[in-house]
């Protein structure tokens, strides 16, 4: 099955933090595929912006490396690279100064504060620093770039606790409209979340069995097999809860859980998100446990441990956090939410499973054994929602039962053959683009969230938590199993 392409309205893109890892990673790579697919008005501009003292030239080189290593595919076309690169443009700012801003008015055509001036989409995307953000949105509306239609993209983190996010939010706001402003959450464009949408809500089958009386309990795994190198200063001072749980696990739990919006509209699906993050029981102490992760010896894969990584022997930050918390309305009351990311697991996974309860009588004795219906959404790796199904095992054996998955892998069922299912920033570029904020968090979510989550962390700084060593390449501290154990649980293997 192909996808329809349905192309954008010509756009002016300015990617502040051009030059950064996030830039040549993911974000040109992902405006690359898409312009490759033919979504690109032929009127479309995309300038990098950064501290560098580059020109266009070796701008546009340092991008075609990016392009060949992170989209090789789409870069074996050399005619399609060479006419997506001359469309890139290059300015050398001070996103804390005024140096650059003159010139960047230039390139994207003049000042947007006069309607009529430019018929493009202006999209200002801050790739940089979260302390950068305050700076870039007064620049732009200092140097008239802020139009009444110009929108931006923030990256996380947004904010470290309810009170500096609440203070990014007053800053942005004081120049931007919150229908400007695109908070970018990646777990969000990922094709399997948007599929959970369009399971639960595009088919009369699950929404029925969706609650407490039907749903025994839900686990939500981001599971990591790398460490922190590259952002050991960051990560020390972010830790597991701020740079996971709080965004994307908690978007996670609000799809899965929340209320069937009125309408598929950025506002209604948002106010539902809203509702099951107001709904949450503060985490009780006993229901989380922290761990860091130990060294590895093995000559094979061999890495310090999480202290000697960030060069901290001290540091009492968590690479690793498993919870268990309670939405209290009337669907859920009662069904547990299991959370748990890791850096450094057994495997690179990332997967919601819907464990359902045992069916209330067994008809086929004892001896059948218990055969709960289990559903399984998987992010990443191998996009795709499984379906396990107690059926009677082939032969004539007598009626024994056995567990099969009916199983959707997009990548097998939706994709063109030979092609990567689209990345995340494919989608949340285009979006941006259309105007459609659906897929981005709103202020009062991204705030809600850190009122959930700044209890938690004032709770191990006063109680003076330390968190539980964990064997590297495992599935987390013992800590973990015996949370579920407490509950007669146990948590789905973590497998690639
Ligand atoms: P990076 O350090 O690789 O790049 C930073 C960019 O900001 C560079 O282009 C640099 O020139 C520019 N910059 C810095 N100071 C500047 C100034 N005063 N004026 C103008 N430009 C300036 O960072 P990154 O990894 O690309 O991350 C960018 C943002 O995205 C950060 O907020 C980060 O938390 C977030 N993020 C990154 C990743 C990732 O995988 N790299 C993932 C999620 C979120």
């Known amino acids: 099955m192909v996808s329809r392409i349905i192309p954008v309205d010509p756009f002016n893109l300015v990617i502040f933090g051009g030059t950064g890892d996030l830039a040549r990673r993911k974000i040109i790579p992902a405006l690359f595929r898409r312009y490759c697919a033919g979504q690109f008005h032929s009127k479309s501009h995309i300038v990098g912006a950064a501290r560098s003292d580059l020109t266009i030239e070796s701008y546009r080189r340092l991008i075609e490396a990016s392009l060949r290593e992170h989209a090789p595919k789409r870069a074996q076309d050399e005619e399609a690279l060479k006419e997506f690169l001359s469309r890139l443009d290059y300015v050398s700012l001070d996103a804390k100064g005024t140096a650059g801003w003159n010139d960047l008015v230039d390139r994207v055509g003049g000042t947007r504060t006069e309607p009529g001036q430019d018929d493009r989409v202006s999209v200002f995307y801050f790739s940089v620093g979260p302390d950068l953000f305050g700076p870039l949105a007064e620049r732009l509306h200092r140097f008239g770039l ?13 904010g470290r606790d309810l009170e500096s996010a609440r203070a990014l939010n007053v800053t942005l706001a004081a120049h931007f409209d919150e229908s400007q402003i695109y908070r970018i959450d990646h777990y969000l464009g990922k094709e399997t979340v948007q599929n959970l949408m369009a399971v639960r809500f595009g088919n009369m089958l699950f929404e029925p069995l969706w609650n407490s009386q039907y749903v ?15 952002r050991e200063e960051y990560y020390d001072a972010a830790g597991a809860m701020r740079d996971m749980i709080q965004n994307h696990l908690m978007q996670l739990l609000c799809l899965i859980a929340m209320e069937p919006p009125a309408k598929f509209d950025p506002d209604a699906v948002r106010d539902e998100k809203l509702k099951v993050i107001r709904a949450l029981d503060p985490v009780m102490p006993h229901h989380i446990v922290r761990g860091q992760f130990e ?5 094979e894969r061999a890495h310090p441990s999480y202290r000697g990584s960030v060069n901290q022997p001290r540091s009492t930050t968590e690479s690793y956090i498993a919870l268990r918390t309670h939405i209290s309305n009337w669907r859920w009351a009662g069904t547990p939410f299991y959370l748990r990311t890791g850096k450094r697991l057994k495997a690179r996974s990332s997967v919601i499973n819907v464990i359902f309860k045992d069916a209330p009588h067994s008809i086929f004795g004892e001896e059948a054994g218990r055969h709960a219906n289990l ?26 039962l056995v567990d099969v998955p009916l199983d959707m892998t997009f990548a097998e069922a939706l994709g063109p053959s030979g092609e990567d299912p689209p990345d995340a920033y494919e989608r949340l570029m285009m979006d941006v683009i259309r105007g459609n904020q659906t897929l981005f968090m709103r202020g009062d979510e991204v705030e809600a969230a850190w009122s959930w989550t700044d209890p938690i962390i004032a709770g191990w700084t006063s109680r003076g938590d330390v968190p539980k060593p964990y064997v590297s390449g495992s599935a987390g501290p013992i800590d973990a199993d015996l949370l579920m154990q407490r509950d007669g649980r146990e948590w789905r293997g973590i497998t690639p």
Do not use: W, Y
Request: aromatic share 2%; glycine share 12%.
């Open 375 to 400: 559903l399984s959404i998987r992010l990443q790796p191998n996009e795709g929602i499984t379906l396990k199904v107690t059926i009677k095992e082939p032969g004539p054996g007598g009626m024994r």
């Open 146 to 158: 802020a139009g009444a239609d110009t929108r931006i993209v923030v990256e996380k983190p947004f």
């Open 295 to 299: 060294a590895c010896l093995d000559p």
């Open 216 to 230: 025994d309990h839900i686990q939500i795994t981001v599971a990591e097999t790398v460490g922190v190198s590259g």
